[in-house]
């Protein structure tokens, strides 16, 4: 039966939103661990592959469904044919099968052991088990369930040794009474290379939030379909004072992450080292995508000017990966979400201390996004520019004024520092979207136009 699975599980991979490895040729796809959840029909398995794509060896979270019948609800999920135990079955993406992923809610409920996978109950909460769930769908290199608007559960889908920063962060800001986090209520956890490793984690879903990303671009279009000689700040739809209230919301966030974990300075010829990776992750940009190469001169005299700073930078913990869709506005506040660190890196640099100015560096990234994605093929890109131009820079000044407000400390000298992990950060979405989504390659291209 694996020979069978294994091949079918090769055509489908590649088709996954969250894989990560497309354009590249699988050499080689092998079950590296297999725990039957439940047997009998419907069966369901969690498996981590591994999959290598030349030197790089990459493992994946799967949960397969196996029935003998598959019914209609469930076949656009379809993996394959496949024979199971002697039978013939359908082996199916089982996030999507409600009747399944109940199994989840009721291991965690129970600290159930399953073989290599033990799940887990956050201190202090129950787990009502009689919700179903849904698959989200949202742009995302993971896969959420959301049971019942009460919870979330986000399966990993690209799996590394170790414990999640996610995890981590959100169990220590939550007993710290942080109001900017979705509480943890759970966790499925397997061992890999003798290390924990997190394979889930379930939060508090926010019902009454809504996306930063989708907010940000509601004003972005109320501003396109406005008269030319509106100024921004009179269209109805502006963001700038969400902008500024997300600015404070990510210098408490700081502040918290800072008295929750370890703190440090890195020393200048540390720095020096930072510049030098940046040029690294530059070269090899350049070589996967060659439209950068025409811009890389404007990020390498960003990073030389980082090199000469000669000062050392403070050091915390940080999210990573901050941009407009790790956000959600309640009536309350502002919430951050996914606290993984960037997709892709080592989980111990995803859980080692940087400098915070690279989330802010991120959110600014973000509202450039939000300003630009709507351009492409639209018919009036030309005119609109200017207005993105404008949105863009007031939203990113709204949300620097907040963040000093809130505590946030940003110097002078921190420029340089702040354009340098800016463009670092378009280097990466450069990559990103050739690989994810050709389409929005202008998008990050366009941050290496001038210096702001
Ligand atoms: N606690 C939550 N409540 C409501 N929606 C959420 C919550 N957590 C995540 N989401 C939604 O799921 C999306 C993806 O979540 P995220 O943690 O960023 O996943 P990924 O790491 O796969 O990108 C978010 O943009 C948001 O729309
Ligand atoms: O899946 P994640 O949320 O962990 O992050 C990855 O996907 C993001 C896209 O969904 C990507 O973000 C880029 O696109 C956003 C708009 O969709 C934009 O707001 C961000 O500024 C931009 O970086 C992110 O980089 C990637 O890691």
């Given at each position: 039966m694996t020979t069978s699975l294994q091949e079918l599980l090769a055509g489908w991979i590649?088709?996954?939103?969250?894989?990560?490895?497309?354009g590249r040729v699988i050499d080689d796809l092998s079950i590296e661990h297999r725990t039957d959840i439940q047997t009998g029909d419907p069966g369901l398995l969690h498996l981590v592959l591994s999959v290598r794509q030349g030197e790089r060896r990459t493992r994946y979270q799967l949960l397969v469904g196996l029935r003998t019948s598959l019914p209609d609800r469930l076949k656009h999920v379809l993996i394959g044919s496949c024979d199971w135990e002697g039978r013939e079955c359908s082996a199916y993406?089982?996030?999507?099968d409600a009747e399944l992923t109940r199994i989840l809610l009721e291991g965690m409920e129970s600290f159930r052991r399953a073989g290599r996978l033990a799940f887990h109950r956050a201190p202090g909460i129950e787990i009502d088990t009689s919700l179903r769930s849904l698959v989200l769908t949202?742009?995302?290199?993971n896969t959420s369930l959301v049971y019942g608007d009460r919870y979330i559960l986000k399966l990993f889908r690209q799996i590394n040794a170790g414990l999640n920063p996610e995890l981590e962060v959100i169990t220590a800001l939550a007993a710290a009474g942080s109001t900017h986090i979705a509480r943890p209520y759970g966790w499925i956890e397997t061992d890999l290379d003798a290390q924990p490793t997190t394979l889930a984690i379930m939060q508090e879903f926010l019902a009454n939030a809504n996306e930063g990303w989708a907010l940000a671009l509601t004003s972005v279009r109320d501003l396109y379909g406005?008269?030319?000689?509106?100024p921004a700040e009179e269209?109805?739809?502006?963001?700038a004072a969400e902008a500024y209230r997300l600015g404070v919301a990510t210098a408490e966030v700081h502040r918290e992450l800072a008295a929750a974990f370890p703190i440090g300075v890195v020393e200048p010829p540390e720095v020096k080292r930072m510049a030098e990776r940046f040029r690294d992750r530059l070269d090899q940009a350049v070589a996967e995508v060659p439209q950068l190469a025409a811009h890389a001169s404007v990020a390498h005299a960003a990073y030389d000017r980082l090199a000469d700073l000669d000062r050392a930078v403070a050091v915390q913990r940080v999210?990573?990966?901050?941009?407009?869709?790790q956000v959600m506005r309640t009536p309350g506040d502002w919430v951050v979400l996914d606290?993984?660190?960037?997709?892709?890196?080592p989980l111990s640099e995803r859980r080692g201390l940087d400098t915070p100015l690279r989330d802010v560096a991120g959110m600014l990234r973000s509202f450039d996004y939000a300003a630009r994605?709507?351009?492409?093929?639209?018919?009036e890109a030309a005119t609109l520019t200017g207005r993105a131009d404008e949105w863009s820079a007031r939203n990113r000044a709204a949300f620097l004024g907040g963040y000093s407000e809130g505590g946030g400390r940003i110097s002078g000298d921190d420029a340089v520092l702040l354009r340098a992990l800016e463009l670092s950060k378009a280097v990466y979405e450069v990559v990103y979207e050739a690989r994810n989504?050709?389409?929005?390659?202008?998008i990050p291209l366009a941050a290496f136009r001038s210096p702001r």
């Amino acid at each position: 039966m694996t020979t069978s699975l294994q091949e079918l599980l090769a055509g489908w991979i590649t088709g996954q939103r969250w894989f990560a490895g497309k354009g590249r040729v699988i050499d080689d796809l092998s079950i590296e661990h297999r725990t039957d959840i439940q047997t009998g029909d419907p069966g369901l398995l969690h498996l981590v592959l591994s999959v290598r794509q030349g030197e790089r060896r990459t493992r994946y979270q799967l949960l397969v469904g196996l029935r003998t019948s598959l019914p209609d609800r469930l076949k656009h999920v379809l993996i394959g044919s496949c024979d199971w135990e002697g039978r013939e079955c359908s082996a199916y993406d089982a996030a999507h099968d409600a009747e399944l992923t109940r199994i989840l809610l009721e291991g965690m409920e129970s600290f159930r052991r399953a073989g290599r996978l033990a799940f887990h109950r956050a201190p202090g909460i129950e787990i009502d088990t009689s919700l179903r769930s849904l698959v989200l769908t949202v742009e995302q290199s993971n896969t959420s369930l959301v049971y019942g608007d009460r919870y979330i559960l986000k399966l990993f889908r690209q799996i590394n040794a170790g414990l999640n920063p996610e995890l981590e962060v959100i169990t220590a800001l939550a007993a710290a009474g942080s109001t900017h986090i979705a509480r943890p209520y759970g966790w499925i956890e397997t061992d890999l290379d003798a290390q924990p490793t997190t394979l889930a984690i379930m939060q508090e879903f926010l019902a009454n939030a809504n996306e930063g990303w989708a907010l940000a671009l509601t004003s972005v279009r109320d501003l396109y379909g406005s008269p030319p000689d509106v100024p921004a700040e009179e269209v109805g739809g502006d963001f700038a004072a969400e902008a500024y209230r997300l600015g404070v919301a990510t210098a408490e966030v700081h502040r918290e992450l800072a008295a929750a974990f370890p703190i440090g300075v890195v020393e200048p010829p540390e720095v020096k080292r930072m510049a030098e990776r940046f040029r690294d992750r530059l070269d090899q940009a350049v070589a996967e995508v060659p439209q950068l190469a025409a811009h890389a001169s404007v990020a390498h005299a960003a990073y030389d000017r980082l090199a000469d700073l000669d000062r050392a930078v403070a050091v915390q913990r940080v999210h990573g990966d901050y941009h407009l869709g790790q956000v959600m506005r309640t009536p309350g506040d502002w919430v951050v979400l996914d606290f993984e660190g960037e997709p892709g890196q080592p989980l111990s640099e995803r859980r080692g201390l940087d400098t915070p100015l690279r989330d802010v560096a991120g959110m600014l990234r973000s509202f450039d996004y939000a300003a630009r994605h709507l351009l492409a093929g639209h018919p009036e890109a030309a005119t609109l520019t200017g207005r993105a131009d404008e949105w863009s820079a007031r939203n990113r000044a709204a949300f620097l004024g907040g963040y000093s407000e809130g505590g946030g400390r940003i110097s002078g000298d921190d420029a340089v520092l702040l354009r340098a992990l800016e463009l670092s950060k378009a280097v990466y979405e450069v990559v990103y979207e050739a690989r994810n989504r050709p389409t929005w390659l202008p998008i990050p291209l366009a941050a290496f136009r001038s210096p702001r």
